[in-house]
T-cell receptor, first 113, second 114 residues
Framework: DQQVKQNSPSLSVQEGRISILNCDYT??????FLWYKKYPAEGPTFLIS?????DKNEDGRFTVFLNKSAKHLSLHIVPSQPGDSAVYFC????????????FGTGTRLQVTL | KAGVTQTPRYLIKTRGQQVTLSCSPI?????VSWYQQTPGQGLQFLFE???????NKGNFPGRFSGRQFSNSRSEMNVSTLELGDSALYLC?????????????FGPGTRLTVL
């Protein structure tokens, strides 16, 4: 039972353009959402998070949007840079089990020159 | 501030053996969580320790166990290793202060079971 889904296994974007990574969830108890970036042979690196009381959170080039009614969140990277090429995971947690993250399967982003 | 460290980075074991992995969290972080990453199942939560007590547990068999020490360092043990236990084992720490629930991951231990 995949409670957090990233339906696009890969995405290719030109340098300077916007990258949009999508994530859907099914568990209504999830109220905190995070995005992580992962390079091969390294642990995931935290990027940005959003609480369910918000619908948008921005940090530099990264913006996360949350649509609770659709149980959907997205990560926007503007402008995309070659160094952004990595696998991106969305993750979710519920109140009371904040340290129990449920991860999506990841989207591999390739930023081309 | 030093990040999360995990030792060893690589490990090769044979079926039936047991293994112990170690994790040192970021200084001041009291919560340590363990995850297993495999190509087929992705990143899956194993368990979380907070103040030396297991607070949350994922859906893994009892062969997977852990503990946390008074300095917040944590160990994970897998007994009677199976081929399917080959994976990247990741440890993450968190301060769980206020609304910040971000977990910070170590580089992982790559376990290969032959």
């Amino acid at each position: 039972d995949q409670q957090v889904k990233q339906n696009s296994p890969s995405l290719s974007v030109q340098e300077g353009r916007i990258s949009i990574l999508n994530c859907d969830y099914t568990n209504s108890m999830f109220d905190y959402f995070l995005w992580y970036k992962k390079y091969p042979a390294e642990g995931p690196t935290f990027l940005i998070s959003i609480s369910s009381i918000k619908d948008k959170n921005e940090d530099g080039r990264f913006t996360v949007f949350l649509n609770k009614s659709a149980k959907h969140l997205s990560l926007h990277i503007v402008p995309s840079q070659p160094g952004d090429s990595a696998v991106y995971f969305c993750a979710a947690s519920a109140t009371g089990t904040a340290s129990k993250l449920t991860f999506g399967t990841g989207t591999r982003l390739q930023v081309t020159l | 501030k030093a990040g999360v460290t995990q030792t060893p980075r690589y490990l090769i074991k044979t079926r039936g053996q047991q293994v112990t992995l170690s994790c040192s969290p970021i200084s001041g972080h009291r919560s340590v969580s363990w995850y297993q990453q495999t190509p087929g199942q992705g990143l899956q939560f194993l368990f979380e320790y907070f103040s030396e007590t297991q607070r949350n547990k994922g859906n893994f068999p009892g062969r997977f166990s852990g503990r946390q020490f008074s300095n917040s360092r944590s160990e994970m043990n897998v007994s009677t290793l199976e081929l399917g236990d080959s994976a990247l084992y990741l440890c993450a720490s968190s301060s769980l202060s206020g609304a910040d629930n971000e977990q910070f991951f170590g580089p992982g231990t790559r376990l290969t079971v032959l």
